[in-house]
Nanobody
Framework: VQLQASGGGLVRPGGSLRLSCVAS????????MGWFRQAPGKEREFVAA????????NYAESMKGRFTISRDNAKSTVDLQMNSLKPEDTAVYYC???????????????WGQGTLVTVSS
């Protein structure tokens, strides 16, 4: 599975942004998908994940109510809708594929290249 993330950019605090990750290769619908982020000088952290069928989601506590993960297996895409963005959301966002929904990066074997989100006025 190859993953390509897009949709990052500069947004003002309180604004919204939608990230998208498209997968190439077979069996996308059999993978759980996750979004992680890494801010400058910080470790990579979990953002959200969704199971293979799209019926089960998991969010980091600080993203609950602001971020929404969704997927379209027919299009092999997973999206992350981000609302009420804060400067501390500034980071490179990565999509990842793995066998289970997990907040741990070690459970994801396939990673996209990342897309930069900058929240600043």
């Amino acid at each position: 599975v190859q993953l390509q993330a897009s949709g990052g950019g500069l947004v003002r605090p309180g604004g919204s942004l939608r990230l998208s990750c498209v997968a190439s290769g077979r069996f996308f619908s059999s993978y759980a998908m996750g979004w992680f982020r890494q801010a400058p000088g910080k470790e990579r952290e979990f953002v959200a994940a969704i199971d293979s069928g799209g019926g089960n989601t998991n969010y980091a506590e600080s993203m609950k109510g602001r971020f929404t993960i969704s997927r379209d297996n027919a299009k092999s895409t997973v999206d992350l809708q981000m609302n009420s963005l804060k400067p501390e959301d500034t980071a490179v966002y990565y999509c990842a594929a793995g066998p289970i929904v997990s907040p741990s990066a070690r459970h994801y074997g396939y990673w996209g290249q990342g897309t930069l989100v900058t929240v600043s006025s």
